[in-house]
């Protein structure tokens, strides 16, 4: 299934309100996508990140209603959602981290990750393992990447974008003096305003888009 880029379903939704089912059978991309990823695997060892390449979720359908929103998921190659003309629908979980006073949780990539290397993203965020809960994807990147879990913890929205992949969008609040402690895969980190609009320079025009569709939660 193909989706179009844009916001494929709009919560919020508390974490009981959205539930996932796996398929059992690994998703088979064309024979064209699949020597694209290999070349990407390739890339990433040339320049020295990481490149274990395993399995992943992808995207096989959704329904959003009824204050619920159901997910398919199958198995993927992880490398799939490295290539930029189509990345067959890889899901990544994006845990946006606001503070108790409203700022956003922002880091700078190393220059060896994967993806957005050098690069400002907001709060946690990497790809839901295989018969994982993808709202469960949410809290442990968020912990793994900052050594913080959520006060409260709501899912936001369904996200696809341009290059095919699609983001599950959550938003963590945490408590008031929780401090988060960055990982290897970033070398800054910064709090930003609350007000989206009075963010540095480097909020690239996606963080800012986020940063809008998620302000006045």
Same mark, same amino acid.
């Not at 359908?61 to 992880?78: F, K, S, T, V």
């Given at each position: 299934?193909?989706?179009?880029? %844009?916001?494929?379903a709009r919560g919020p939704w508390k974490t009981d309100q959205?539930?996932?089912?796996?398929?059992?059978?690994?998703?088979?991309? &064309?024979a064209a996508r699949s020597e694209a990823a290999d070349e990407?695997?390739?890339?990433?060892?040339?320049? /020295?990140?990481?490149?274990?390449?395993?399995?992943?979720?992808?995207?096989?359908?959704?329904?959003? %209603? #009824?204050?619920?929103?159901?997910?398919?998921?199958?198995?993927?190659?992880?490398?799939?959602?490295? @290539?930029?003309?189509?990345?067959?629908?890889?899901?990544?979980?994006?845990?946006?981290?606001?503070?108790?006073? /409203?700022?956003?949780?922002?880091?700078?990539?190393?220059?060896?990750?994967?993806?957005?290397?050098?690069?400002w993203a907001l709060g946690a965020g990497g790809s839901v393992?295989?018969?994982? #809960?993808?709202?469960?994807?949410?809290?442990?990147?968020?912990?793994?990447?900052?050594? $913080?879990?959520?006060?409260?913890?709501?899912?936001?929205? !369904? $996200?696809?974008?341009?290059? /095919?992949? @699609?983001?599950?969008? %959550?938003?963590?609040? !945490?408590?008031? %003096?929780?401090?988060? $402690?960055?990982?290897?895969?970033? #070398?800054?980190?910064?709090?930003?305003?609350?007000?989206?609009?009075?963010? &540095?320079?480097?909020?690239? &025009?996606? !963080?800012?888009? $986020?940063?809008?569709?998620?302000?006045?939660?």
């Amino acid at each position: 299934m193909s989706y179009p880029p %844009g916001i494929l379903a709009r919560g919020p939704w508390k974490t009981d309100q959205v539930a996932s089912r796996w398929r059992e059978e690994e998703y088979e991309p &064309p024979a064209a996508r699949s020597e694209a990823a290999d070349e990407a695997i390739a890339a990433l060892e040339d320049r /020295g990140s990481p490149a274990h390449d395993g399995l992943a979720a992808r995207l096989a359908g959704y329904d959003a %209603g #009824d204050g619920r929103l159901e997910l398919e998921l199958q198995p993927m190659r992880w490398s799939l959602r490295l @290539v930029r003309e189509d990345a067959s629908a890889s899901l990544a979980a994006l845990c946006v981290t606001r503070a108790a006073d /409203g700022r956003w949780l922002a880091g700078r990539r190393a220059d060896w990750v994967a993806s957005w290397a050098g690069r400002w993203a907001l709060g946690a965020g990497g790809s839901v393992e295989v018969n994982e #809960d993808p709202v469960t994807t949410l809290s442990r990147e968020l912990e793994e990447e900052w050594s $913080v879990a959520p006060a409260r913890l709501t899912v936001e929205a !369904l $996200v696809r974008l341009p290059s /095919g992949l @699609v983001s599950l969008i %959550g938003l963590a609040h !945490l408590l008031e %003096g929780a401090e988060a $402690v960055p990982d290897d895969e970033h #070398d800054a980190f910064a709090w930003w305003p609350a007000d989206p609009a009075a963010w &540095p320079e480097e909020a690239h &025009p996606a !963080l800012r888009r $986020v940063g809008t569709l998620l302000e006045s939660v």
